[in-house]
């Protein structure tokens, strides 16, 4: 079935241009025919029933280009039923209800090189044919208890013959045609990507050199200092070697984005982010590549109405790169000019990039955005458009042409919203690809956490203390952390702090747990909780009871905003290590050696396999960077034998040692090859100087790890005055605020089910509290205090809350409460709370 689902979709893009036009003929033609059969050249048979039947089957190809999304999904299993109708089934019923006369076999061949233009697949052709006979005869012998044969001739029989051989022969020959030219281009985009690698990469290497070699870039507020360069002159170099990689960077993922859509491959859409439209135009018309300052005088920007979007950066910028260098083409045109311009609307926002050139003809202004197909000017391959169309799409927007020929053509882009279902379903998409820890010994507080990711389509995994969560961290890969702090076994923030320290980390995760991001979750008071954050690594902290609107705004802030996450700084691994670079390519090894050796590192260089194995018999080494495609040895040679270890007497690390791979390649296929040979990472070329060091510095701290003493809690200078049991219980028992935020969570069955944990634990806590107080347990009775302050805080139980902080704050400091009535107090407190939100909860 998925096979037979490709190839009808495969027919459909084959046939796509041609559907409005066969739509058009079916909606109006066969209508029209019949006046042409029944009265100019009369036949035995006419039906204006069967003919307006097929017109209304035929209205769907006729609108095929302004079908939704969704109705175009669905189209291909439409096409699949509807072809056999449309084209065999009517012509061979009229063939025999005319009893096959002249005028209906011919019209009936025709059909059939109809067919074949339309369908590229034989085996299709070959079914339609004979399912539309069989049909056709069928309905004919339903109707009349007979088929008439009284105009047939025998010569029919070799000409449908030679007609149908023939034209599946064409067919296949105009289809190879294509599939060829398909390849040939996939083949060429694919070697003038290679071919661009390799010049980008030696401008990696020579910028690379150049920042290793020139000072640091100084603070921009700091003290002037000497340098050979001038202050200025030193900023602007480094100003523009981060421009150049950033350009660098961006060119290669063109690259990778045009490479997969030619191998029909989706646009990555998991690095969209917030974006401002007006931003992203004013970038575009500043750095294009201008031939002259004329060229850049042409175009007019006005983007005073401002918007955002959602989507990647770098691909919206190529998109207006390609209209502008399209429109360009008829720069010499007395007048012309490129306006861009920016508006809002009630449902979508639209970018316009109009020219005055020579404009498009109307049966033109879709088929330009196909594949290989060019417009009024020679040199260009087809695929600008194309692509532009996709990325657009993959924004959850449209792009179409508008033209006056002799005049204008005018390309608009139509976006969604920032604050739309279709932006909000693109981030569902990728956040289903994403995972987030849930760490939090309070059940409830997790029901709450629960409901509000799972609207968010992200995959979860929940802890319930400090030491499940870091065993969860060291194996699986998460992409954003709630750590509460207060934990049994091991506390939330000793639990960050031994994660960014990479301490008991699998050695894959170890880099991304460095600077994974985890948010503070608790009911601590917030200058103590921020402090304890700061100290562990941890980004921000979120105060109990969590609300939706919290989790939104976490939510869009880590993943589809700008905002960096935290990066240890452990380039201090680097100074003294001993680095072995094994790359044929010496330029290569020089770039990488000269950042290395800035940075304090000893560096072996080997530029092949077999000599790498010897100068690791003969010197200890803590890393090697192995290139993957070598002489004599390859990177993947190489490190299996480094693995094995049978041809090493006094190499004893080579079951332990990080072998980072250094390849251009990063499909599938290479990367199982780099984790089967045992090789711990990869970096894709060109590499980055910040990538590098920042990769081979958490690697050797994997190696050397750097035990960091925890920070011991800050005392609090000033005990607060909490208030005695009696004032307490003269608060109201809940918080009408909070009752009301839960009943926008969920349904009346979710509420239910939350008041009935947390009463279970409340219970259960109440009881371990006074069992502490009996053992004089102290440290038991502040965790179990605290516990029951964040629960309550989270249903709204207001004088539980306050009860739970009393005692809490009282334990913090080494004391006991002075009124021993505290336990019944809290229990009656309870079944008060229980009493008066259940009928809220279930009303």
């Given amino acids: 079935m998925q096979s037979l689902k490709q190839r009808v979709i495969a027919i459909v893009e084959h046939a796509e241009p041609n559907l409005p036009m066969i739509g058009m003929f079916g909606s109006f033609g066969y209508p029209l025919f019949y006046f042409v059969w029944k009265y100019l050249f009369p036949q035995p048979y006419e039906s204006m029933t069967l003919r307006l039947a097929e017109a209304v089957i035929s209205l769907p190809w006729l609108f095929y280009s302004y079908l939704p999304k969704k109705a175009k999904d669905l189209f291909p299993l439409y096409f699949l039923f509807t072809v056999p109708v449309l084209m065999p089934f009517f012509f061979d019923f009229m063939l025999l209800k005319n009893e096959w006369s002249v005028a209906w076999a011919m019209s009936s061949m025709a059909c059939l090189f109809l067919i074949i233009l339309i369908v590229n697949d034989w085996r299709f052709i070959c079914a339609y044919t004979v ?46 045609a294509q599939l060829t030219k398909i390849s040939l281009m996939r083949s060429l985009s694919g070697s003038i990507a290679h071919e661009m690698r390799n010049p980008l990469s030696s401008i990696t290497n020579a910028i690379g050199t150049v920042q290793s070699i020139i000072p640091d870039r100084p603070a921009k507020h700091g003290e002037y200092q000497k340098f050979d360069l001038s202050y200025s002159s030193l900023i602007g170099i480094h100003d523009i070697i981060d421009e150049s990689l950033g350009t660098i960077k961006r060119g290669n993922k063109i690259i990778d984005s045009i490479l997969a859509t030619l191998q029909d491959g989706a646009i ?24 002259d300052s004329k060229e850049s005088e042409l175009i007019v920007e006005n983007t005073a109405t401002k918007f955002d979007i959602f989507g990647d950066t770098d691909l919206f910028i190529y998109v207006l790169f390609n209209l502008i260098k399209n429109a360009l083409h008829y720069k010499n045109k007395p007048g012309f000019k490129i306006e861009i311009t920016t508006e809002t609307g009630n449902k979508a926002n639209y970018v316009r990039v109009r020219d005055t050139g020579p404009g498009i003809p109307q049966g033109k202004r879709e088929i330009i955005f196909d594949r290989f197909y060019t417009h009024g000017k020679s040199g260009g391959n087809g695929l600008g458009l194309a692509f532009c169309r996709r990325v657009i799409e993959s924004f959850g927007g449209t792009i179409t042409c508008d033209s006056m020929e002799g005049h204008w053509t005018e390309f608009i882009i139509c976006l969604p919203p920032y604050i739309s279902k279709a932006t909000n379903d693109i981030k ?15 059940a409830s507080n997790r029901v709450l956490l629960i409901k509000f990711i799972s609207e968010w389509n992200c995959p979860f995994d929940q802890a319930e203390n400090g030491v499940q969560a870091l065993d969860l961290l060291s194996n699986t890969r998460y992409d954003l952390v709630f750590m509460d702090f207060e934990m049994p076994l091991l506390n939330g923030d000793e639990a960050v702090s031994m994660m960014r320290q990479t301490l008991n980390i699998e050695p894959e995760l170890a880099h991304h747990c460095a600077k994974m991001p985890v948010i503070g979750v608790t009911a601590l008071p917030l200058a103590e909780a921020l402090a304890r954050a700061e100290a562990c690594g941890m980004n921000e902290v979120l105060s109990k009871p969590l609300r939706r609107s919290d989790i939104n705004k976490v939510m869009e802030r880590y993943f589809f905003s700008e905002l960096p996450t935290i990066v240890s700084d452990y380039e201090d691994a680097l100074a003294n290590s001993r680095i ?11 770039f990488m050696s000269m950042i290395l050796s800035h940075y304090g590192c000893l560096i072996g260089q080997a530029d092949n396999g ?24 390859t990177g993947v040679e190489t490190s299996r034998l480094i ?53 081979l510095a958490y690697w050797l701290m994997n190696v050397k790890p750097l035990r960091k003493a925890m920070n011991p809690q800050q005392e609090i200078d000033n005990k607060p005055t909490a208030k005695t049991l009696e004032a307490i219980c003269n608060e109201s028992v809940l918080d009408d605020s909070i009752i009301e935020s839960l009943k926008t969570v969920g349904d009346s069955d979710m509420l239910a089910s939350l008041l009935e944990v947390f009463v279970r634990e409340s219970e259960n806590i109440i009881e371990e509290l006074g069992n502490a107080a009996s053992a004089a347990d102290l440290k038991r009775f502040e965790n179990l205090s605290h516990t029951l302050k964040g629960s309550s805080a989270t249903i709204g139980a207001n004088r539980l809350f306050l009860l739970a902080g009393y005692l809490n704050d009282l334990s913090r400091y080494g004391e006991w409460p002075d009124n021993n009535d505290w336990k019944w107090v809290m229990q009656v407190t309870l079944n008060q709370t229980v009493e008066e939100m259940t009928p809220l909860m279930i009303a």
């Fill in 428 to 442: 569902r998409e990728i956040l289903h690809n994403k995972r987030i820890l849930l760490a939090d010994d309070q």
């Fill in 268 to 291: 990555d859409i998991k690095n969209f982010k917030r974006l401002s439209a007006n931003n992203s135009i004013h970038a575009a018309i500043l750095s294009y590549g201008y031939n």
């Fill in 610 to 633: 077999k000599k790498a194995l010897e100068m690791l018999e003969e010197q200890d080494y803590d890393l090697i960077l192995m290139d993957m495609e070598m002489p004599v040895l």
């Fill in 643 to 695: 693995r094995k270890g049978d041809g090493f007497s006094r190499f004893r690390n080579h079951a332990d040692i990080p072998i980072i791979a250094l390849t251009g390649n990063t499909d599938q296929l290479s990367m199982s090859e780099v984790k089967d040979a045992g090789m711990n990472h990869f970096l894709s070329k060109p590499i980055f100087r910040d990538e590098l060091v920042s990769t």
């Fill in 580 to 590: 072995l670079l094994v790359d044929d390519n010496e330029l290569s090894r020089k």
């Fill in 131 to 176: 399912i539309g006979f069989v049909m056709a005869y069928a309905a004919v012998y339903a109707i009349d208890g007979h088929v008439s044969y009284t105009y047939f001739q025998a010569e029919y029989i070799p000409t449908y013959l030679f007609a149908f051989v023939g034209g599946l022969i064409a067919n296949h020959k105009r289809h190879a």
